[in-house]
T-cell receptor, first 115, second 114 residues
């Protein structure tokens, strides 16, 4: 079946611009996660949704970062007034309650470059 | 707090040689442990997972990992490396049975020489 998809795959933004990154999780997966992966590093947690409820946003680095999942399916990560330090790959993952380990399935990521 | 340490940011082996990628974790409760692989410009693909059912876990592409509680380790091995194994590998931990986020190590880049 279809996996997690993300769009756009690549985004170049001028410093100060707003960007919106989209994630389509695997159909039926109730949990959705956003991670930020800086160059040469492992992914770092940003935020977590269960259905439409944002249960944990402790990883969002500043109030310029905002995420939503209004209908419990597609999610959007928005970054306002982008800064150079926001340049990274943004990964989305989804998981279901159907397995004991709740393993997460990742999308291909959106590579954001802020110039 | 949970954490993951991957020893060696870069490992190089010859084709056909043993692959050993090291991962140590810290967790206050029995953890769930995962190994993911990332090919260039792609997302992370799950290789295998430890869920307390068995300490030796077999995954895809011939990889396996052994959970050793006394050593707080979850090293990834493959008896014979293939050129297609060249990629970056990430170890990750999550506490207990919750659906919380994963904590990742910094990754180990595996190179395979012909």
């Amino acid at each position: 079946g279809a996996g997690v998809s993300q769009s756009p795959r690549y985004k170049v933004a001028k410093r100060g611009q707003d960007v919106a990154l989209r994630c389509d999780p695997i159909s039926g997966h109730v949990s959705l996660f956003w991670y930020q992966q800086a160059l040469g590093q492992g992914p770092e947690f940003l935020t977590y949704f269960q259905n439409e409820a944002q249960l944990d946003k402790s990883g969002l680095p500043s109030d310029r970062f905002f995420a939503e999942r209004p209908e419990g399916s597609v999610s959007t990560l928005k970054i306002q007034r982008t800064q150079q330090e926001d340049s990274a790959v943004y990964l989305c993952a989804s998981s279901s309650t159907g397995t004991s380990a709740y393993e997460q399935y990742f999308g291909p990521g959106t590579r954001l470059t802020v110039t | 707090a949970q954490s993951v340490t991957q020893l060696g940011s870069h490992v190089s082996v010859s084709e056909g040689a043993l692959v050993l990628l090291r991962c140590n974790y810290s967790s206050s409760v029995p953890p769930y442990l995962f190994w993911y692989v990332q090919y260039p410009n792609q997302g992370l693909q799950l290789l295998l997972k430890y869920t307390s059912a068995a300490t030796l876990v077999k995954g895809i592409n011939g990889f396996e990992a052994e959970f050793k509680k006394s050593e707080t380790s979850f090293h990834l091995t493959k008896p014979s490396a293939h050129m297609s194994d060249a990629a970056e590998y990430f170890c990750a931990v999550r506490e207990g049975r919750s659906q919380g986020n994963l904590i990742f190590g910094k990754g180990t880049k595996l190179s395979v020489k012909p």
